[in-house]
């Protein structure tokens, strides 16, 4: 064996352009190094939902406030103990987010890097706000960054251009504007100033460069914004493509928990709304573990032809129970597997099954129903059926099963509790109209919803996935405005689609209460 020491050879070093709000705008690329990475720099506030695509062991330095050096200190020391280190800078890292002097200091330390471009923040957001940067009559664009620390543009330079894209504080927009006509800009020049830029959360105010101060006061605006100036703002009325969204500003509350409201709440963001996830029941093992035991263990010796899943916490019970005696998914290679619908189908893709059986019609028990097969004493050599499910599920699949010839092994895998109440604001908004819609997936989630937080304000646009929610949240005083043509989730999201678009239609304004008049007012 060699003395001589061997050297530990460095981590990389990555440069990722976070993008402009909405992380789904995020590169392949750039998700690709953040799911490899051991260390993230990164502002755990603002990039929270890249992080999420992080490993559970990702170390996070929280870069909130560093200045250049400071973060670089970070990544270089990360990344000479091995470790592959992700630098996250907003929008395009070499236009938005003083890449410059970061990976200067990086090379300087002997250090490799990459740089994965982003979606720039200059470029996006004006886009978002319906007002390209470019036209037929105006081609030459200059960009600004007039937020603390960036030294003074060129203003006759900018003066000049057809379009000039301004990064300011929302509070300052008046000062650039004067500076702007005071180099020789007209006073009456079209200027689109948009906050939160592709979020849903996003607001724009239209006015010129005269009443920009006093509009953008008024209207309240806060934070960073880009502005644009220019007479490609006027493209506005006809291009705005993202605020004209069926639900654009709609908060929407969702009963559900993150696990399970997830793919809702990404369809209804692709609407415009604003999800906010309440979860209004809790999920907890049965309180004696034996017939779940034994169930399992018939499983793994053949007792079953069947075993039907109801739910995406069914298949979570049933996995956790494999995993706890070292089975995995080969263990059910014997049986036939169905599922009430499609999400319960992806959980169990998940982990590594295809199910036999999703409904073709209905995704309940009674779709799933008129789809199973009969038991055939010739075809089938077991008439045994495995349903683990809620300790609070009715008796129809049961039934229909018993009907069709199977015997039944109903078993409680997990237990649905009321969960804990919501935070006092949550609780607060839902009674006084701070929701404009709320989704109802299910007659428990009006029940615990309404037990845990209080009705929601007659205001409230009541949206509900099938005649027996709507039954009980008439029940409970509630109007029912929306219901869904099937019950799935995502049909219940197109269809409180729909009634935003007709709303637009009709009122002939954005839809979001908190935004209309805003919005209506930049259009």
């Not at 295809?354 to 038991?375: A, C, I, R, W």
């Not at 509900?464 to 109007?479: N, Y």
Request: glycine share 8%.
């Amino acid at each position: 064996m060699s003395s001589r020491t061997q050297k530990k050879t460095n981590g990389p070093v990555t440069f990722v352009g976070a993008g402009p709000g909405d992380d789904r705008l995020l590169t392949v690329r750039g998700a690709e190094v953040l799911a490899a990475a051991d260390v993230v720099v990164a502002d755990p506030q603002r990039h929270a939902a890249l992080l999420r695509r992080c490993r559970d062991d990702v170390e996070v330095v929280d870069a909130t406030g560093l200045d250049a050096a400071a973060a670089v200190k970070a990544l270089v020391a990360a990344a000479r103990e091995g470790r592959a280190v992700v630098r996250l800078l907003d929008g395009d890292p070499a236009l938005d987010g003083g890449l410059a002097e970061e990976a200067d200091a990086v090379a300087k330390a002997k250090l490799g890097f990459e740089v994965v471009p982003g979606v720039s923040a200059a470029v996006s957001v004006p886009v978002h706000a319906g007002v390209p940067l470019t036209s037929a009559k105006a081609r030459m664009v200059s960009v600004a960054d007039l937020r603390a620390g960036a030294p003074d543009p060129d203003w006759p330079a900018l003066a000049a251009a057809n379009t000039v894209v301004l990064h300011v504080p929302a509070g300052e927009v008046g000062k650039a504007a004067t500076a702007l006509v005071e180099h020789g800009r007209s006073a009456g020049t079209p200027v689109a100033v948009t906050v939160r830029g592709s979020t849903t959360q996003q607001r724009t105010v239209v006015t010129t460069l005269d009443t920009a101060e006093s509009d953008v006061a008024a209207d309240g605006l806060d934070g960073s914004a880009v502005a644009v100036v220019g007479d490609v703002v006027k493209l506005r009325d006809r291009l705005s493509w993202f605020e004209t969204k069926p639900l654009f500003g709609w908060k929407v509350l969702v009963p559900r928990t993150k696990e399970q409201a997830w793919s809702l709440s990404e369809q209804l963001r692709s609407y415009g709304a604003v999800p906010v996830e309440v979860p209004t029941i809790a999920v907890e093992p049965p309180r004696t573990p034996a017939q779940m035991d034994r169930a399992i263990n018939g499983m793994v010796s053949g007792r079953y032809q069947w075993v039907v899943f109801t739910s995406t916490n069914a298949v979570r019970a049933v996995r956790q129970k494999f995993e706890q005696i070292g089975l995995d998914a080969r263990a059910m290679g014997g049986m036939r597997i169905a599922v009430v619908g499609e999400m319960t189908g992806q959980a169990l893709r998940e982990w590594g099954i295809n199910p036999d059986l999703v409904p073709s019609g209905e995704q309940s028990s009674e779709g799933l129903l008129e789809d199973f097969p009969e038991y055939d004493d010739v075809f089938d050599h077991l008439d045994r059926v495995f349903l683990p499910r809620a300790d609070i599920a009715t008796d129809t699949l049961v039934a229909g099963l018993k009907e069709r010839g199977w015997q039944v092994d109903d078993v409680t895998a997990y237990r649905t509790v009321r969960a804990a109440p919501p935070p006092a604001e949550t609780r607060e908004a839902i009674k006084t109209g701070g929701f404009d819609a709320v989704l109802f997936t299910s007659s428990s989630t009006v029940r615990n919803l309404v037990g845990i937080a209080g009705k929601p304000h007659s205001s409230t646009v009541i949206a509900v996935i099938g005649p027996q929610s709507a039954k009980t949240a008439e029940e409970h005083g509630l109007r029912v405005d929306v219901q869904a043509s099937t019950a799935s989730a995502a049909a219940l999201a197109e269809a409180l689609a729909e009634f935003g678009r007709e709303r637009r239609l009709v009122d002939d304004e954005l839809p979001g209460k908190a935004n209309r008049a805003k919005a209506k007012k930049g259009k």
